[in-house]
């Protein structure tokens, strides 16, 4: 596979970058011009050869760092014919790409060569199999449920009650015992912004903004995983890049019920300071400096030679019309609601920059079925709070108010199939019957077949309106 970039003079090599991903090794070259690039792969024993055209060495590549990655060695040496040929000995199967990026304020000319691991998951321990297809059927109850109240709508009619997916007549069949509850773990993907080849903002004093936030979601992830019924996911735990698009995808895929991006904000001046929250703002950012910072985190997908445009086409192709709007209406909502209860928890243990949570256009917090937050943990531009953010005690107490929030919220609100919903459940009922939730009921129904009025129903199980969801268990009262 050829690269053609016309090379106009000698470029050399510069410096060469290695980041290891659970699912990918980067490797870049840093070159003074424009160079083309040959990259094709020999078999027995596995190589992959990267020929440079009129390139020259000039670094060290004994000082890489191959652990963990797919890389057991890096040999050099001058092509025939003239050029820098450079082979990777490899101990993996891999599916190479590459591509070279023009200069930018931070970067001269560059040559990336991604290798990536078919089959692999980028987070560790992925999730299992039964805890997903959970999820899913808890996703399309939701939208059916979306969907039934759109089209209800849409014709003029007051939908006086709540139908699970998929909608179905009553019937008079025997009713179904409730089955042992999936008593699930709620999943909290934490994102740590930037990494790799993107160091994000740089303090006064030289400390980087990926590394930083490495640590306090590092230090999250612990105390989530430290409380029963929760489970973390790190969508980021190395020094290495991911495209915005796909850190939202990685918790989509591991079926996050909550998605949080840490961040720590720099701005022109270094007199800002404070904690920020942010949510998604459908209609841009509510102000000029969140409006300033969503650029320019969407920008450090360019850095990583990805486009960072702010198009929802993409979701709009799975969700369309009212659905969507239905279902990204009610994850703002819920990400508002946190975020307000995570700002009040940030609130006692550091300064706020603003006492409210912002909406911005945020790339990782465009994700329609997902709650999500971005937390900008403190202004690293500013040297009193670069130097907070580099302690260790000021990390802990920043990611232990960041889950206390998510905690307090989850606790009132938690979902139907999970462990905490479980144990809501089992604090509140009294002796009597017990009817899980199967799909194509509605509260008429249930009570017809229970023979309990609805309205009794529904206090002895604290329902307010018409919603339920397949999975919860209902209390039936004597009648």
Do not use: C
Not at 86 to 106: W, Y
Not at 275 to 283: D, E, G, K, M, N
Not at 334 to 342: F, W, Y
Not at 372 to 397: A, C, M, T
């Amino acid at each position: 596979m050829v690269a053609g970039v016309s090379s106009l003079q000698a470029a050399t090599v510069e410096s060469m970058r290695l980041w290891a991903a659970p699912d990918h090794a980067r490797l870049v070259f840093d070159l003074t011009a424009a160079a083309n690039a040959n990259v094709f792969s020999l078999e027995n024993p596995s190589r992959l050869v990267i020929d440079l055209d009129e390139s020259y060495l000039d670094t060290d590549v004994s000082t890489l760092p191959l652990d963990g990655s797919a890389i057991d060695e890096v040999r050099t040496g001058v092509r025939d014919g003239g050029g820098l040929r450079v082979v990777l000995e490899l101990n993996r199967e891999i599916s190479p790409r590459h591509f070279t990026l023009p200069p930018n304020d931070q970067y001269g000319h560059r040559l990336v060569v991604d290798l990536e691991y078919p089959g692999e998951s980028a987070v560790e321990n992925p999730i299992d199999p039964i805890e997903a297809m959970i999820r899913d059927q808890e996703i399309l109850a939701q939208r059916a449920n979306a969907q039934a109240r759109a089209q209800g709508q849409s014709q003029g009619q007051v939908v006086a009650e709540e139908v699970v997916s998929p909608a179905v007549e009553p019937t008079t069949t025997a009713v179904q015992p409730a089955q042992p509850h999936p008593q699930r773990d709620i999943i909290i993907a934490i994102d740590a912004g930037h990494g790799g080849e993107d160091p994000g903002a740089i303090g006064p004093a030289g400390t980087r903004e990926k590394d930083v936030v490495l640590e306090i979601s590092r230090r999250l992830a612990a105390e989530v995983n430290g409380t029963h019924g929760f489970k973390a996911v790190l969508i980021r735990d190395g020094d290495y890049y991911l495209g915005l698009r796909q850190r939202t995808q990685l918790a989509r895929d591991q079926k996050a019920d909550f998605f949080v991006s840490i961040h720590a904000d720099a701005f022109t001046s270094p007199r800002p300071q404070g904690s920020s929250v942010y949510a998604l703002s459908q209609r841009g950012a509510t102000s000029e400096t969140a409006q300033w910072l969503a650029d320019s985190e969407n920008r450090s997908d360019l850095i990583g030679g990805v486009d960072g445009s702010l198009s929802l086409r993409d979701k709009d192709q799975v969700l369309r019309g009212v659905l969507l709007d239905l279902t990204m209406t009610a994850t703002l909502n819920d990400s508002l609601s946190i975020g307000g209860q995570v700002l009040d928890q940030l609130g006692r243990i550091n300064r706020l920059h603003k006492s409210r949570v912002e909406q911005a256009g945020f790339m990782v917090l465009k994700s329609p079925d997902i709650p999500s937050l971005l937390i900008e943990v403190g202004f690293i531009s500013n040297p009193d709070e670069e130097r907070r953010l580099r302690d260790p005690v000021h990390q802990r107490g920043l990611s232990t108010a960041i889950f206390n929030g998510l905690r307090d919220h989850f606790e009132r609100n938690p979902p139907p199939a999970s462990l905490l919903a479980w144990q809501r459940d089992n604090q509140r009922r009294p002796s009597g019957n017990e009817y899980r939730i199967q799909s194509g009921d509605t509260l008429s129904a249930i009570a017809v077949r229970h023979g309990v009025p609805v309205n009794q129903l529904k206090q002895a199980n604290d329902i307010n309106g018409d919603v339920i969801r397949v999975g919860q268990v209902l209390r039936i009262p004597r009648s």
